[in-house]
């Protein structure tokens, strides 16, 4: 319970049933695990919170973006609510140091794993919108998750961005080259290098090369863009 209560006061609110809140952070792994404590898992609750943050975002965005046409508001959204910018978000709240987890789960890096995190994310909303109803949840969501909102764009579209700005900018083509591949298969790390020429730009590293290509984009548009 301790847990529990140094998560709400980092989030800044206290649930009326904590049921709901342990519910929201059980992975599947754990209740598998431990079927004797009769924990349900989060899965549901992911569910509802999905649900709930996609509602939000979307008046959010239809209300402060006047002039943007309905693709790219479906566009800022995704960018919003995509699990890496959702486990971005679970990670500086350090969500996953208070999910249960189950043993292999946990060994094998469950805590740092963007889906687990992500899932986490949206069973809180999930489990907040069922106490304390919509009106906590879309505090919650506001506070948490629809802040910063052109970096977050500039990360999830930095390819397509990076590809624009190569060809707007320069006569060499951009290529992404694999640097390393280590890991297990269920926990692979690829390290992914972006060049435009043969001149190094950005480098980045993910659980897939698509992720990894991403990071290395996102690194060149900042650099490049700074010069």
Do not use: W
């Amino acid at each position: 319970m301790e847990d529990e209560k140094k998560l709400e006061q980092r989030i800044g609110y206290q649930f009326q049933n904590q049921k709901l809140l342990i519910q929201a952070l059980t992975h599947s792994s754990y209740a598998n695990e431990n079927k004797k404590l009769h924990r349900k898992d989060n899965e549901r609750l992911e569910f509802l919170g999905d649900a709930v943050l996609e509602l939000v975002s979307s008046e959010f965005l239809y209300e402060n973006y006047p002039k943007y046409p309905e693709g790219k508001l479906t566009k800022l959204r995704a960018s919003l609510v995509c699990e890496p910018t959702l486990a971005d978000v679970a990670n500086e709240m350090e969500l996953g140091a208070y999910i249960s987890l189950g043993k292999g789960e946990d060994a094998t890096g469950g805590r740092k794993r963007k889906s687990v995190l992500s899932d986490a994310l949206e069973a809180l909303i999930g489990a907040i919108y069922l106490d304390g109803g919509f009106a906590n949840a879309k505090e919650f969501i506001l506070k948490f998750i629809l802040t910063d909102i052109e970096h977050k764009h500039l990360f999830y579209d930095s390819k397509t961005i990076l590809q624009e700005y190569v060809q707007a900018n320069y006569t060499e083509p951009l290529t992404y080259r694999l640097v390393s591949e280590s890991g297990p298969d269920h926990d692979k790390l690829f390290v992914i290098e972006a060049y435009v020429g043969e001149e190094k730009v950005g480098c980045g590293e993910g659980h897939s090369k698509k992720n990894a290509q991403q990071q290395a984009a996102y690194q060149a548009l900042l650099k490049l863009q700074n010069k």
